[in-house]
């Protein structure tokens, strides 16, 4: 399968995947079966990644190792793109072609069908558009985008292992864990906005741990709102998600987006609770 990789030297940041013309639908995440398990092991089969024959061959960016390390960042957006879900990673320039990243991915059953980079102040950007091999389309199902957003995570600190510390991942299967505790209690914050006349923004933002997109979009499901789309940031040892919710077709009521916020907010703070009730 060829994959288009920008050739020659570094653009800016602007518009790397333009929108489609006209409107569309955005396609819905299929919500999360209510027995299905919300945990998410890095030494699942579908987790394993086939490492490269060595990070010369796939690291072509700088990987200079100076006394401040950026900012750890991927981003999984099913917003922008109406027939794939984009993938952005950065960690400042020290990044390169990230082909053993894209391996990775298509062992995960999925196609990267279209691969950029760009450059702006705060370093060098590697965005994919992926689809599942299976349907062409894009990735509907949480357990399978946590598992990209691991995958993708692994593949940096194995990398690039200094930055384990700037991530939370790095307490679970980095070399390093972070040097920073973050509090629970003061990361995290719930917001809910109404977006239009059929659907409500939902704005979550709190501690990093492996598994969080899942356990998220099943607590959603559980009180019957339907998730339509969305983005889901990790940033160094936060992560921040937004997520178009609607309830049977409309936005969320007041009292409705009250049980919402609390049932995250409960979540959130007791992470290790296995059968809260809500």
Same mark, same amino acid.
């Given at each position: 399968?060829?994959?288009?990789?920008?050739?020659?030297?570094?653009?800016?940041?602007?518009?790397?995947? *333009?929108?489609?013309?006209?409107?569309?639908?955005?396609?819905?995440?299929? *919500?999360?079966?209510?027995?299905?398990?919300?945990?998410?092991?890095?030494?699942?089969?579908? $987790?394993?990644?086939?490492?490269?024959?060595?990070?010369?061959?796939?690291?072509?960016?700088?990987?200079?190792?100076? +006394?401040?390390?950026?900012?750890?960042?991927?981003?999984?957006?099913?917003?922008?793109?109406?027939?794939?879900?984009?993938?952005?990673?950065? $960690?400042? +320039?020290? /990044?390169?072609?990230?082909?053993?990243?894209?391996?990775?991915?298509?062992?995960?059953?999925?196609?990267?069908?279209?691969?950029?980079?760009?450059?702006?102040?705060?370093?060098?950007?590697?965005?994919?558009?992926?689809?599942?091999?299976?349907?062409?389309?894009?990735?509907?199902?949480?357990?399978?985008?946590?598992?990209?957003?691991?995958?993708?995570?692994?593949?940096?600190?194995?990398?690039?292992? =200094?930055?384990?510390? %700037?991530?939370?991942?790095?307490?679970?299967?980095?070399?390093? !864990?972070?040097?920073?505790?973050?509090?629970?209690?003061?990361?995290?914050?719930?917001?809910?906005?109404?977006?239009?006349? =059929?659907?409500?923004?939902? &704005?979550?933002?709190?501690?990093?741990? !492996?598994? /969080? /997109?899942?356990?998220?979009?099943?607590?959603?499901?559980?009180?019957?709102?339907?998730? %339509?789309?969305? =983005?889901?940031?990790?940033?160094?040892?936060?992560?921040?998600?937004?997520?178009?919710?609607?309830?049977?077709?409309?936005?969320?009521?007041?009292?409705?987006?009250? &049980? /919402?916020?609390?049932?995250?907010?409960?979540?959130?703070?007791?992470?290790?609770?296995?059968?809260?009730?809500?």
């Amino acid at each position: 399968m060829a994959v288009a990789v920008a050739a020659g030297t570094l653009r800016t940041c602007s518009g790397v995947f *333009p929108p489609a013309s006209g409107n569309h639908q955005l396609a819905r995440w299929r *919500p999360l079966a209510p027995a299905a398990p919300a945990k998410l092991r890095l030494l699942s089969p579908a $987790l394993r990644i086939t490492s490269a024959a060595s990070p010369a061959a796939v690291e072509n960016g700088s990987s200079s190792n100076t +006394d401040t390390v950026p900012t750890p960042k991927v981003i999984i957006d099913q917003d922008s793109d109406p027939d794939a879900t984009i993938v952005e990673v950065t $960690l400042g +320039d020290r /990044l390169g072609d990230l082909l053993d990243t894209m391996s990775a991915l298509r062992n995960l059953g999925l196609n990267v069908v279209k691969a950029s980079v760009c450059l702006d102040s705060s370093g060098k950007h590697n965005k994919f558009a992926i689809t599942k091999s299976s349907t062409g389309r894009k990735i509907d199902d949480p357990e399978l985008l946590e598992a990209v957003r691991l995958t993708i995570i692994n593949n940096m600190l194995e990398y690039h292992p =200094e930055a384990s510390s %700037q991530l939370a991942m790095g307490a679970t299967f980095g070399l390093e !864990p972070p040097t920073e505790v973050v509090d629970v209690d003061i990361a995290t914050h719930i917001e809910i906005y109404d977006d239009g006349p =059929e659907r409500s923004l939902l &704005v979550v933002e709190s501690a990093d741990r !492996p598994g /969080l /997109l899942v356990d998220l979009v099943k607590i959603i499901a559980d009180i019957n709102i339907t998730v %339509q789309s969305g =983005e889901f940031d990790t940033e160094g040892l936060l992560a921040k998600a937004k997520f178009h919710v609607s309830y049977r077709g409309k936005p969320l009521i007041k009292a409705l987006q009250q &049980v /919402l916020a609390n049932s995250l907010r409960y979540f959130l703070r007791r992470p290790t609770t296995e059968d809260a009730s809500f």
